[in-house]
């Protein structure tokens, strides 16, 4: 078996709507304004929508758009995002609902034809990772055969020290590296009094009790990013890169920059 870590990111979150979408096109943005090769893949999603692409119909996710408009990438969506279904749920449950289960050798197949086109591929997972794809894998699974370095996504809220630490023993149990820990502020701060308070230590005690990199915080008022429509894709874009560039570290993305 090859040991040999791929070129990119596969993002996970510690939940549903930690804002992995967010951070995976930040980091897109940026690798391509840097002028790098960059691919980008949403191998499993849900609560898609249906569209006419290369003269066929298939279901498509919002999250896969945001992406490949993030860097401007051009694969076929079979590649960028092989498995969607309609209904916002499980994947599992979506699976077994239109009887149409996940094959992850397929999944596969298409990452590492990514992988072959670009010189890196961000991608983005689904849920986090102990979401069932099969009766017999999970997202840790999907992120394993990619052999890619994890960032895991987290809210800097009161409650994420169960759900990130949890995590981290997850990832390690499993054998896979850590790039390090993204806090990404979700919802808005707590304000002032205990919530803030947690806000502001949680990375700290994360980073020790972890023994993990914190990569960066993003705060509240770039969440709005991923709402803005009508803004322009170019504009939107530039706002990306900006945002990874200023609240990301600084070793980090001069890692995906390969030097």
Request: aromatic share 4%.
């Amino acid at each position: 078996m090859n040991n040999e870590l791929n070129r990119g990111l596969f993002i996970t979150g510690t939940d549903t709507g930690v804002g992995k979408t967010v951070v995976a096109a930040a980091l897109a943005a940026w690798c391509r304004a840097q002028g790098l090769n960059v691919g980008v893949m949403k191998p499993i999603a849900t609560g898609g929508h249906r569209a006419r692409t290369a003269g066929s119909a298939r279901v498509i996710s919002k999250d896969a758009r945001w992406l490949v408009r993030a860097a401007q990438a051009q694969d076929p969506w079979t590649l960028v995002n092989p498995v969607c279904y309609q209904e916002p749920l499980a994947p599992l449950t979506a699976a077994r609902r239109c009887r149409q289960p996940i094959r992850l050798d397929q999944v596969q197949q298409a990452f590492e034809r990514l992988a072959a086109r670009h010189d890196l591929v961000i991608v983005e997972g689904i849920g986090g990772l102990l979401v069932p794809l099969t009766w017999q894998a999970s997202v840790l699974d999907l992120a394993k055969g990619f052999r890619l370095p994890v960032v895991l996504v987290s809210r800097p809220q009161l409650g994420t020290l169960n759900h990130t630490l949890l995590s981290l023993a997850c990832l390690r149990s499993a054998r896979l590296p850590v790039a390090g820990v993204i806090f990404n502020a979700a919802r808005p701060s707590s304000g002032r009094g205990p919530g803030r308070v947690a806000e502001h230590t949680n990375p700290e005690l994360i980073r020790r009790l972890g023994r993990v990199a914190i990569l960066g915080r993003i705060p509240h008022v770039a969440w709005s990013a991923r709402s803005g429509a009508g803004a322009p894709w170019a504009r939107r874009r530039r706002q990306l890169a900006q945002l990874a560039a200023r609240h990301l570290a600084s070793e980090f993305l001069a890692g995906l920059r390969g030097s």
